[in-house]
């Protein structure tokens, strides 16, 4: 790939050449996608492909184009530490895009954003590369892509309750993986902020809730759990999401009609799951 031609592009504000076809310049930028090199992954190839998608370049192709990002989600999917996580992670970042398009313009029929949420949502609960930054080739970030993806794909107005319920509970599925990793490079909000673009549709009742929340506390709490893994491990994801979707929920400008009574239940969760901080034998003298 020749740098020097996609920096021309970038100079001039990322106006698309004439002169080349726009089929071989996208097949270019999706080789550049799985770069382990940052400047052609997330430098070059990721806001050349959101910005064209953003200005309607690829509006009458947008259905081949997100079917071409879904696709690399299967790329060397099952790998750990290996460099097709880029392909994977920032084909989901930009079949985000292709959704988020779709979403202002409505181009797409409904089967076709269904099963992109099909395989971005089996894709999410497969994926076992959860390394955010990797050094020497910038940011993999996996499963923080995916709840982005999450987000974008639940204010799509083809959605309804009963798919959004699914994608709170893909959420929790990942959350609750025991064998995953602890995710300390900001997955945790990021999966919160899905959540909140579920929540603002304002269409699941706090009795749908209620008991999502509390299956995700039953796994929030590290305390009285013996045996060979560190309980901290296996409570971490779940408990740093309840402390971040608490914080986005209380803090939110544009909260969703049942914050209220989702904050109470959001406190409850987190008292069970921190009870040892909250006894007066624990406060400070």
Request: glycine share 8%; hydrophobic share 45%; with cysteine.
């Amino acid at each position: 790939m020749a740098t020097g031609y996609w920096q021309e592009i970038l100079s001039t504000g990322l106006a698309v050449p004439n002169d080349r076809p726009l089929d071989d310049l996208t097949a270019e930028l999706t080789i550049m996608l799985g770069s382990p090199d940052p400047e052609q992954r997330d430098g070059t190839a990721y806001p050349a492909l959101a910005t064209w998608i953003d200005r309607g370049v690829y509006d009458d192709l947008l259905s081949g184009l997100g079917d071409g990002m879904a696709a690399g989600l299967t790329v060397g999917l099952g790998e750990v530490d290996t460099d097709s996580v880029f392909r994977r992670s920032f084909s989901v970042l930009a079949l985000a895009e292709c959704l988020a398009r779709d979403n202002v313009k409505l181009l797409l029929p409904s089967a076709r954003v269904f099963d992109w949420g099909d395989r971005v949502a089996s894709w999410f609960l497969r994926e076992r590369d959860t390394r955010g930054y990797v050094p020497g080739k910038g940011w993999a970030h996996a499963i923080a892509h995916g709840a982005d993806a999450i987000g974008i794909l639940a204010q799509s107005p083809y959605f309804a309750t009963n798919e959004l319920t699914v994608f709170l509970d893909v959420l929790a599925d990942r959350l609750l993986m025991r064998d995953s990793d602890l995710l300390v490079a900001g997955e945790t909000d990021r999966m919160a902020a899905a959540t909140m673009q579920i929540l603002r549709r304002n269409v699941i009742s706090l009795k749908v809730l209620e008991p999502w929340i509390f299956r995700i506390a039953a796994g929030a709490n590290p305390f009285g759990s013996s045996g060979e893994h560190d309980p901290y491990q296996l409570a971490g994801n779940a408990q740093a999401f309840l402390r971040s979707l608490h914080v986005q929920l209380t803090l939110a400008s544009n909260p969703p009609a049942v914050r209220p009574d989702l904050i109470l239940v959001l406190i409850e969760a987190l008292k069970q799951t921190n009870f040892p901080f909250l006894s007066p034998a624990n406060s400070p003298s």
